[in-house]
Nanobody, 116 residues
Framework: VQLQASGGGLVQAGGSLMLSCATS???????MGWFRQAPGKEREYVAS????????HVADSVKGRFTISRGFAENTVNLQMNSLNSDDTAVYYC???????????WGQGTQVTVSS
């Protein structure tokens, strides 16, 4: 199983980015998620969604600004990020699970940098 995250980059505060995670090697998962890790901080949960596309959930820190969804391609999951601020600067990782509360597969990460 491989997860390929893309879409990161440099954006000004208040701007938007959309991250995508493409999966291969498995036809379905229990759920997909996004996590992030800022310099000097622990990795934190950002959002998750069931593979079927139901039950999207985002962390309180990004609620109202970030949206997780299944992509148009069958094997992708997107994270739409709006109203970005400097606290959102981090490496963003996508992850996949085969069962509840068990993130088994991880992508390589994509850097998001928000300039103020």
């Amino acid at each position: 199983v491989q997860l390929q995250a893309s879409g990161g980059g440099l954006v000004q505060a208040g701007g938007s980015l959309m991250l995508s995670c493409a999966t291969s090697g498995r036809t379905s998962f229990y759920a997909m998620g996004w996590f992030r890790q800022a310099p000097g901080k622990e990795r934190e949960y950002v959002a998750s969604i069931a593979w079927s596309g139901v039950n999207p959930h985002v962390a309180d820190s990004v609620k109202g600004r970030f949206t997780i969804s299944r992509g148009f391609a069958e094997n992708t999951v997107n994270l739409q990020m709006n109203s970005l601020n400097s606290d959102d600067t981090a490496v963003y990782y996508c992850a996949a699970s085969a069962r509840s509360n068990s993130w088994k597969w991880w992508g390589q990460g994509t850097q998001v940098t928000v300039s103020s």
